[in-house]
């Protein structure tokens, strides 16, 4: 088997390059979306083995991302979402919606990888 898929939508370029840089290190091929209409385009060509999302970002935010994949694109694949917005309502929508888990901003990498790693070992 080759390397899991993730894709990583996240508007914080920093924090992209840094969440990147660790998740292809830990042995995954990424592809980045900075914005909910890079996401929905990637997302109607290919799908990922697991999403990793911002809820805050433009055109698309993430829970609207989880919404998506799960009704309209009938997908079960596994989505952590991570944000600074950490209140309770946004976790509770996310985890509604069929969020797989959610990490708080700021995000410490490894327990990103380990996280990831523990999703796609689920099935």
């Given at each position: 088997?080759?390397?899991?898929?993730?894709?990583?939508?996240?508007?914080?370029?920093?924090l992209?390059?840094?969440?990147?840089?660790?998740?292809?290190?830990?042995?995954?091929?990424?592809?980045?979306?900075?914005?909910?209409?890079?996401?929905?385009?990637f997302?109607?060509?290919?799908?990922?083995?697991?999403?990793?999302?911002?809820?805050?970002?433009?055109?698309?935010?993430?829970?609207?991302?989880?919404?998506y994949?799960?009704?309209?694109?009938?997908?079960?694949?596994?989505?952590?979402?991570?944000?600074?917005?950490?209140?309770?309502?946004?976790v509770?929508?996310?985890?509604?919606?069929?969020?797989?888990?959610?990490?708080?901003?700021?995000?410490n990498?490894?327990?990103?990888?380990?996280?990831v790693?523990?999703?796609?070992?689920?099935?």
């Amino acid at each position: 088997m080759g390397k899991a898929k993730l894709l990583l939508a996240e508007d914080d370029d920093l924090l992209a390059a840094l969440l990147n840089f660790r998740l292809k290190k830990g042995g995954y091929e990424v592809t980045h979306s900075s914005d909910g209409k890079q996401v929905k385009e990637f997302l109607s060509q290919t799908m990922p083995d697991i999403i990793v999302s911002d809820i805050m970002m433009p055109y698309f935010s993430g829970i609207e991302l989880i919404s998506y994949v799960r009704k309209e694109l009938n997908s079960n694949v596994p989505i952590i979402i991570i944000s600074s917005a950490g209140n309770e309502e946004n976790v509770l929508n996310a985890f509604e919606l069929g969020a797989n888990d959610f990490i708080s901003k700021p995000v410490n990498p490894t327990e990103l990888l380990v996280r990831v790693g523990r999703e796609l070992n689920k099935n």
